[in-house]
């Protein structure tokens, strides 16, 4: 069989009008949509659902000889909350509307991250196991796995998981949006909450107290140092480069009392292969007490509240090769880049699994939008690119 628009717009249609907003998940519907689709498909899989949570299962499906090789086609099935009050429309009845710039565009939540690309993979896995008059078909391909994960835009749970249920897989392309290009590093992020404390006084006597909003500020200008001797490093890929920022601040009880307690939030956004958290952790602590130094007597306690990995594998990776050549043979012209956002690479990378991510739509204008919509074109194009990287890995015709 052969990819069509058709079938890769239907398929989509089903899985965004499966509603899975997380929170507070409820991929159930997504997945009984999947394994319906899959055991009516000419391909036999074998298919392994496991329920991590009521009615958050993840479903993992299998099809080929993995002797010959196995690929890994992942991707979440939960999706951010929408207000259908903001949209033009039902968030979860996808329309079609062909007033764009770039063709149709299909419009509904979670199209471009990353429900599309989970109906391009399976289009393609279907197209590529079947064979048509352009492949193999007499070849014993490799093996397709195809998953399908929970709880990605809260943690990520569901692809650990599955990165140990599948085992060992050669690599692994995971669908979030990057615009048809080869995503290959992606930054980590450390939040610390940062609490200052003084002592409370009436404003008219400002003496008797000790100021925590001062205090604040002070050790806020040294992360601010910090801040920029760390903006001085830099990667090939990620761009800016790591960051420190101050994502929000609160201190001060009434209008006439000074405050004796004020509180910030800094987020680090890390690079790949950096060092243990601990690390960070002593630096941001020297960070605070060299602003204190001239501070009012203030106390503070730091403490971490996040920690995501960053993740990422070098740019001459023969899975990155083989995925721009895959998208230059279908007439896709793909650049390798980074990914400015989270992504389930990091619970695959690090378990020793090279993965890249690879999907339509883009995190800057697509992905958690109001409105959110992928081109038709793009959704067909990304089906290809996997089917031609399934050739190229599963055929074993090329490197």
């Not at 001459?316 to 990914?339: C, I, K, N, W």
Request: overall charge negative; charged content about 25%; proline content about 8%.
């Amino acid at each position: 069989m052969k990819i069509t628009e058709s079938a890769v717009v239907e398929l989509t249609w089903t899985l965004v009008e499966r509603p899975s907003p997380n929170p507070p998940g409820g991929e159930g519907p997504v997945v009984d949509a999947l394994v319906e689709y899959l055991e009516a498909s000419p391909v036999e899989w074998t298919l392994e659902r496991e329920e991590l949570e009521p009615g958050r299962p993840n479903l993992v499906a299998r099809a080929g000889n993995p002797e010959h090789g196995r690929l890994l086609l992942t991707g979440h099935t939960d999706v951010v909350p929408a207000n259908a009050d903001d949209w033009t429309g039902d968030p979860y009845e996808l329309r079609r509307e062909s007033d764009g710039p770039d063709g149709d565009r299909l419009v509904g939540r979670g199209v471009a991250d990353m429900k599309g690309a989970l109906a391009a993979k399976v289009v393609a896995a279907e197209a590529f196991l079947t064979g048509d008059d352009d492949s193999d078909s007499s070849a014993d391909p490799g093996e397709v796995v195809l998953g399908f994960a929970i709880d990605e835009e809260r943690g990520g749970p569901g692809t650990e998981r599955i990165a140990e249920a599948v085992g060992d897989v050669d690599a692994a392309v995971v669908g979030e949006p990057t615009d048809l290009h080869v995503a290959i590093a992606q930054y980590g992020a450390l939040d610390w909450e940062l609490v200052v404390y003084g002592r409370e006084s009436h404003s008219g006597r400002p003496d008797r107290g000790i100021n925590a909003i001062d205090g604040l500020r002070c050790a806020l200008n040294g992360v601010a140092d910090l801040a920029e001797e760390v903006a001085a490093e830099d990667h090939p890929i990620l761009e800016p480069g790591p960051t420190i920022t101050v994502t929000e601040i609160e201190g001060g009880s009434a209008p006439h009392v000074v405050p004796g307690e004020a509180r910030a939030t800094v987020s680090w956004r890390t690079l790949p292969e950096g060092p243990e958290p601990e690390n960070y952790d002593e630096r941001m602590r020297a960070a605070v007490e060299s602003g204190l130094v001239d501070a009012p007597p203030v106390e503070f306690e730091l403490r971490r509240t996040l920690t995501v990995d960053a993740a990422g594998i070098d740019a001459d990776h023969p899975l990155v090769r083989q995925t721009v050549a895959a998208a230059g043979e279908v007439g896709v012209e793909s650049d390798v880049v980074g990914f400015n956002a989270g992504s389930d690479t990091r619970h695959l990378i690090p378990r020793g699994i090279p993965a890249v991510l690879f999907g339509p739509g883009t995190i800057e204008d697509d992905a958690h939008t109001v409105d959110e919509s992928v081109a038709v074109s793009d959704l067909v194009a990304t089906a290809r690119v996997y089917e031609r990287l399934l050739e190229r890995y599963l055929l074993a015709t090329d490197d």
